[in-house]
């Protein structure tokens, strides 16, 4: 089954920024949608973010404005930029995609990073 690892995550302070990067291990030229997705405690998971082969790109209210998701097939990644970060953006962040057409996530859930916003 297709793994992904995600990373860079980690504490950092209201205001303060981290890149998140997540690898997979097969490629992700027919992978339609890559996302990035998020769990707090007590709650479900939730997009983040996303972006298409086209390049084109979606964000969750909360993250407009803060947030840019970036992809490079050739290195089997995608990436988020996490700016202007707050409390309420603690949570696990996990990646992952859809090919097209297809219901279902394409590779098995990772472990996902940390992003612990505090003071």
């Known amino acids: 089954q297709v793994q992904v690892v995600e990373s860079g995550g980690g504490l950092v302070l209201p205001g303060g920024s981290l890149t998140l990067s997540c690898t997979v291990s097969?490629?992700?030229?027919?992978?339609?949608?890559m996302g990035w997705y998020r769990q707090a405690p007590g709650k479900q998971r939730e997009l983040v973010a996303g972006?298409?082969?086209?390049?084109?790109?979606k964000y969750e209210d909360f993250g407009k404005g803060r947030f840019t998701i970036s992809r490079d097939n050739a290195k089997r990644a995608v990436y988020l930029q996490m700016n202007s970060l707050e409390p309420d953006d603690t949570a696990v962040y996990y990646c992952?995609?859809?090919?097209?057409?297809?219901?279902?996530?394409?590779?098995?859930w990772g472990q996902g990073t940390q992003v612990t916003v505090s003071a």
């Open positions: 992952n995609g859809r090919k097209a057409f297809r219901p279902e996530f394409f590779a098995a």
């Open positions: 097969a490629s992700i030229y027919d992978v339609y949608f």
């Open positions: 972006i298409n082969n086209a390049m084109t790109t």
